[in-house]
């Protein structure tokens, strides 16, 4: 059973948005997980020949990321710029607020997406719920057609959200070029690398359309660790893909929130919150972090050892300088760092 924490909840078992034969959709933003703030996730499955419906976010760019399978993503955006790419797993994509767009499944197997948007609270509008907000002579008059020929389509402003191709996906032969929307960010040759971890950047220095969100796809064996740190000016929101792992968060009151990732789930940092990443178990960690920046900065344990005297830390610390441990000294913290101990226990 979950431990309660206010930083950490299920995605795979979050609210569900829709579910049929076609697809599914699990949310979680600020109404399952109040301390969000800027950031929220969504999880779509598409079966094969299923559309997620042409719509758009009234108030927050997304950033999606394809754990399985291929996707066709069609992009209409500001001064009527259009883009239509091929998406595979391990591959990303970014749709600006506001930029009407529409995934489908066009391979044989079910397709996976986990979708992060730069708001708690994300405004959906689909094309579906346009068409039913305006009346016959309207769109008549907008196409230059008699309101009569729009009389067969179902009117409603409630949004189907996923529905089934009716003929064969049309992919237009631009569809495996390059594109600014799409970035392969598992190709990428991880600028952090060790052995015991990796971690891959989808931010702005390598991906110059991300204008207010950025992705880390971090990897950790059992015998790393991602060092105590924390985000000056951004908060981070993680997706666990695979492995299992505990994280401890310090709150400005004092108190500090200790618990356990396993697949599926989500968790919550907001800006400036010391926390940090151990592996559990034998296997390795593979985590989606999300952040609110397009690119973030970190803070961590080993250089701030550095920024100080030995004075200073001793009494910081509550100990004499002879019994200071011997810190070596760092000026670019490592990310990740090896583990050279047992597990930490902490009460669960």
């Known amino acids: 059973m979950r431990q309660a924490s206010h930083h950490v909840t299920s995605l795979i078992h979050g609210r569900s948005v829709f579910k049929s034969d076609l697809g599914s959709v699990t949310q979680v933003d600020a109404d399952e997980l109040p301390i969000l703030k800027g950031l929220s996730i969504k999880r779509l499955v598409l079966a094969p020949g299923a559309i997620r419906e042409p719509h758009w976010h009234a108030n927050a760019t997304e950033l999606a990321y394809c754990v399985s399978g291929r996707l066709l993503v069609s992009i209409l955006g500001n001064r009527s710029v259009f883009s239509s790419f091929a998406i595979d797993a391990g591959q990303m994509f970014h749709v600006e607020s506001g930029a009407i767009h529409a995934i489908e499944n066009i391979a044989a197997g079910a397709a996976e997406l986990i979708i992060a948007f730069r708001h708690e609270r994300p405004e959906d509008f689909s094309l579906h719920a346009a068409f039913g907000a305006m009346p016959d002579a309207v769109l008549g008059n907008t196409y230059g057609l008699a309101a009569s020929a729009f009389a067969p389509i179902v009117r409603t402003t409630q949004a189907p959200y996923i529905v089934r191709r009716q003929a064969g996906a049309v992919i237009p032969p631009t569809a495996l070029q390059g594109n600014s929307h799409k970035f392969d960010v598992e190709a990428q040759s991880a600028p952090v690398a060790f052995d015991y971890g990796s971690a891959r950047l989808a931010r702005d220095q390598f991906w110059p359309a991300l204008k207010d969100m950025s992705m880390y796809s971090l990897r950790v064996t059992n015998m790393g660790m991602r060092e105590p740190h924390w985000h000056p000016e951004t908060a981070e929101m993680g997706y666990v893909h695979r492995g299992h792992a505990r994280m401890t968060v310090l709150d400005p009151d004092g108190s500090t929130d200790t618990y356990q990732l396993g697949p599926g789930d989500v968790y919550f940092i907001p800006r400036a919150y010391p926390h940090h990443i151990e592996v559990l178990?034998?296997?390795?960690?593979?985590?989606?972090?999300?952040?609110?920046?397009?690119?973030?900065?970190d803070v961590g344990y080993r250089a701030s050892a550095s920024a100080f005297s030995q004075d200073v830390?001793?009494?910081?610390?509550g100990v004499r300088i002879g019994d200071l441990p011997k810190l070596s000294a760092t000026w670019a913290d490592p990310l990740i760092v090896g583990r050279c101990n047992p597990q930490s226990s902490f009460d669960e």
């Open 281 to 297: 178990g034998p296997d390795e960690i593979h985590f989606l972090i999300f952040f609110d920046q397009p690119t973030p900065g």
């Open 313 to 317: 830390l001793a009494s910081t610390l």
